[in-house]
């Protein structure tokens, strides 16, 4: 009997032996879905406007069971930058796009060969899908043949596009598995759906709305693109691919780009009236109700602990929404903040920016980092184990250290550039912003050109942390600190790189700087 004991004990330190020199089991690779918003500014959602008019119980939930970044920024203060910077995790400037937007006939502007967080998740093993308003370009098919590439940035009309044709340099060449969405806008044209490089329908009408909030330009039209439809679609379609892929063994990555809060705002019967404001607090509360819908499906699904949810903007909110109409009611989308949508005033690039992931973020938490859009390429990389090579995310900082509330955060990142739609430059460092322009380079008062500019210095200082506002320009009396915020801006530019690692080259075209409010001294 001793030695049955003996042998079992000796069996029993073997196995202990055995199972502590395998391996460590490597953690399971979180789910990973972004909702980029279209024109929602800081101030229309309440979990970061106590005093807002817009009721959004479902994000303010989301907010709620994740973390909230009060500092976050786009690295644009308009769509197609944004959304390039998103994807690239490289400052818009750096590409051929110094200043403004595509439109909705606008060839590819990323290249095929440089990399996307898609192409991250996808080489890690990720599902990837699109699902939205894409505004990056693709190379729609032409009657003749040609490529829009030899002929400038749009096709002269309508007449020369091919709807029947494949549609090249989609998303589905960036690393997206399953591309749904339309090229432009919703107010741009054509008014197609695309999946995975082939229109869904070929246009067989001419539609326009020419209403106060509802418009959107004249252009070829698809019996099965309903405007009013489009957000409801991608939301729905979006909840039918988490129940689809979690039936899956393999992780999913899903860009849910919405096309809304921008114009055209078109609340169905359902919603209209419900906020008390103008159409654009109806239009939030019904994008609200579709958040929760999402959310609720993660948790049906099972998926929540390990899933991580990025909600954000891509930039504040946008005038053709009814700002004033709305203030005039005690909303204010840009909350404490000056400007709105286009401008270098916080109000154009400050937006919310919530992440929810129960397995590594604390419920209810906050960060007051200076955060931007860029840093999910670095995030995504470091969440999958991926090195960045030195000509990838070049202006990207993992913000996986800062889900963890309990992670003492001194310094995050060295600083943030900020771009208005005439391409003017700001760039952030700790409570200074410095903006390479007169006025707000964008929309809002004084606008580039206006008469008001011209006694205006030729920059603005500001410190958000006694002026959040922006209401006292500090250049004057702080040169040594214009001066280094000029130069490190410089230096971003000269290198091709805001982040460590070997400099790297911009895209040029003739004239390169000349339209950005920056003079290189």
């Not at 500014?41 to 709620?64: S, V």
């Amino acid at each position: 009997m001793r030695k049955l004991f003996q042998f079992a004990g000796i069996f029993f330190l073997f196995l202990v032996f055995a199972c502590s020199t395998k391996e460590p089991v490597k953690e399971k690779l979180p789910n990973v879905i972004v909702i980029l918003a279209d024109d929602l500014g800081y101030g229309d959602i309440g979990a970061f406007n106590p005093e807002g008019k817009i009721p959004t119980p479902h994000i303010d939930q989301l907010a709620a069971e994740g973390m909230k970044f009060t500092d976050a920024h786009t690295p644009s203060a308009v769509c197609t930058p944004t959304r390039y910077g998103f994807l690239t995790g490289r400052y818009n400037w750096r590409s051929r796009l110094k200043s403004g937007v595509l439109t909705g006939k606008s060839p590819a502007l990323i290249e095929d060969e440089r990399t996307t967080i898609a192409d991250v998740m996808k080489n890690a093993g990720y599902q990837t899908a699109f699902i939205g308003k894409w505004h990056l370009g693709w190379d729609w098919g032409l009657v003749d043949g040609d490529t829009l590439r030899g002929e400038g940035w749009d096709a002269k009309d309508f007449d020369q596009l091919d709807f029947s044709k494949p549609v090249t340099h989609t998303p589905n060449d960036l690393g997206f598995d399953y591309a749904y969405g339309h090229s432009g806008s919703l107010d741009m044209a054509p008014y197609v759906y695309v999946e995975n490089g082939m229109a869904t329908a070929i246009p067989d009408t001419v539609t326009v709305n020419t209403g106060k909030y509802s418009w959107w330009r004249e252009g070829p039209t698809s019996p099965d693109f309903d405007h009013e439809k489009v957000t409801p679609n991608f939301f729905e379609r979006s909840i039918q691919y988490i129940e689809e892929k979690v039936k899956e063994e393999k992780p999913f990555f899903l860009y849910l780009a919405l096309p809304s809060p921008h114009t055209p705002i078109l609340p169905p019967a359902e919603w209209q009236g419900k906020s008390g404001l103008a159409p654009f607090g109806d239009f939030m509360m019904m994008i609200d109700d579709y958040v929760g819908q999402v959310n609720e499906a993660i948790k049906k699904a099972g998926i929540e602990e390990n899933t991580l949810v990025i909600f954000t903007s891509d930039n504040g909110g946008s005038p053709a929404a009814g700002l004033d109409v709305m203030q005039a009611a005690g909303h204010f989308s840009s909350y404490i903040y000056r400007g709105h949508k286009a401008d270098a005033f916080e109000g154009g690039h400050r937006v919310p920016f919530i992440a929810k992931w129960p397995a590594k973020i604390k419920a209810g938490t906050s960060r007051d980092q200076t955060i931007c859009l860029t840093d999910m390429m670095a995030t995504s990389a470091e969440i999958t184990g991926y090195t960045l090579k030195d000509n990838e995310g070049e202006d990207s900082y993992s913000l996986l250290g800062l889900f963890d509330a309990e992670n003492q955060v001194d310094k995050f990142r060295e600083a943030t550039v900020h771009h208005s739609i005439n391409g003017s430059f700001a760039i952030r460092q700790g409570d200074w912003k410095l903006i390479m322009a007169k006025g707000s380079g964008g929309w809002s008062f004084p606008k580039p050109g206006d008469p008001a500019e011209a006694e205006l210095p030729d920059v603005q200082l500001y410190n958000l942390a006694s002026d959040p506002g922006e209401t006292t320009n500090l250049q004057a009396e702080n040169p040594e600190q214009v001066a280094s915020l000029k130069a490190l801006l410089s230096k971003y530019i000269k290198e091709g790189r805001s982040t460590p690692g070997a400099p790297q080259q911009n895209d040029p075209i003739e004239g390169e700087w000349k339209q950005i409010g920056f003079v290189e001294e």
